[in-house]
């Protein structure tokens, strides 16, 4: 019998992860060092003193791979490969369980942010792997998607159905196509994601399988502009009969007091630990200790990533592994 070809879910085993690095000054402003360093101490809590799995800090240019090096010393691999930005979770290639991989069109989350080097860096780190990596002739982010490796993948319509991605897709054709190209054997669709998200509403900010079948999706907290995006993913969900299980949201964050799409669920799973945004909110602790029970073989562990999130995403947006 032919074994199904799907993408592995992220607790499924990793030869290494690729890491994208800060490396445009005019990007990140004010915020490079400390985004930086905040990079850094994740690659270090993935690297979790040897337990986990090879770290590769993926640097856009020299300046940056030195910088990347001194900081990062011997917990990661630094290379060298020109990209936009570093939201790789979007850009790299997706490697399926039998070691190849598909990499898609980008076009700069709806056109939104057309940066050079964006549009291939997933089939140069591919390359770089000796990865045979197939290219797929319609626009999918990383983000958008995510899978519990038994053919079940969650996604959002606002992302996936929206007209400045594949205007001339249906939902039907584009179930076809995650089928086909990455093995998903059931979608299920929530709506919006969160308020302020430039990429139109990626999954991985709001709803992240933790195991075959099991679904966590945010429990509003006080004054949290999502409140209502989170009661209708969780009714959505329900409607799929898969198991729900709630993590607190960080509630309100702003950044110069506007609005920003602050998430738990931007966590990244790693061979020996998990990695949880921190923002400084009341539910920080509170979400580490739920998201510590969904996962009682790894360390779960609560980072800051403030500087991070000014570019848009968090440590899972800046994050792509690769299977065993």
């Not at 490969?81 to 570093?86: H, K, L, S, V």
């Not at 580490?288 to 968090?314: M, Y």
Request: proline share 6%; hydrophobic share 45%.
């Amino acid at each position: 019998m032919t074994k199904h070809v799907v993408q592995p879910p992220e607790w499924a085993r990793h030869k290494a992860v690729w890491i994208g690095f800060p490396s445009h000054p005019d990007l990140w402003l004010d915020d490079l060092e400390p985004a930086r360093d905040e990079v850094v101490a994740f690659a270090r809590a993935v690297h979790a003193d040897g337990r986990g799995e090879r770290v590769i800090l993926v640097a856009a240019d020299e300046e940056a791979a030195g910088a990347a090096g001194a900081m990062a010393k011997d917990i990661a691999d630094v290379v060298v490969e020109p990209f936009g930005d570093i939201w790789l979770r979007d850009t790299a290639a997706i490697i399926l369980s039998d070691g190849t991989a598909r990499d898609f069109r980008f076009n700069g989350w709806g056109g939104k942010y057309d940066l050079p080097g964006d549009d291939d860096i997933g089939l140069r780190l591919a390359a770089r792997r000796r990865i045979r990596a197939e290219s797929c002739n319609w626009i999918l982010e990383g983000g958008a998607i995510d899978g519990d490796g038994t053919g079940l993948v969650v996604t959002t319509e606002q992302c996936l159905l929206n007209h400045n991605r594949n205007p001339g897709l249906s939902k039907v054709e584009i179930e076809a196509r995650l089928r086909s190209d990455l093995g998903f054997t059931q979608v299920i669709w929530l709506g919006e994601g969160l308020m302020y998200d430039h990429t139109d509403g990626h999954v991985d900010n709001l709803a992240r399988f933790v195991a075959p079948g099991k679904l966590a999706i945010p429990q509003a907290a006080e004054n949290d502009p999502n409140w209502l995006v989170y009661q209708h993913a969780a009714r959505d969900a329900a409607l799929q009969e898969v198991e729900i299980v709630l993590v607190p949201s960080p509630g309100r964050v702003l950044r110069d007091e506007e609005i920003v799409p602050a998430s738990y669920m931007n966590f990244y799973i790693g061979n020996a630990s998990v990695i949880v945004p921190q923002y400084g909110a009341p539910n920080d602790a509170a979400a580490v200790a739920a998201i510590q029970a969904l996962f009682p073989d790894r360390e779960v562990v609560g980072l800051r990533a403030d500087h991070i999130l000014t570019g848009g995403g968090s440590f899972h947006c800046i994050s792509q592994q690769i299977p065993e």
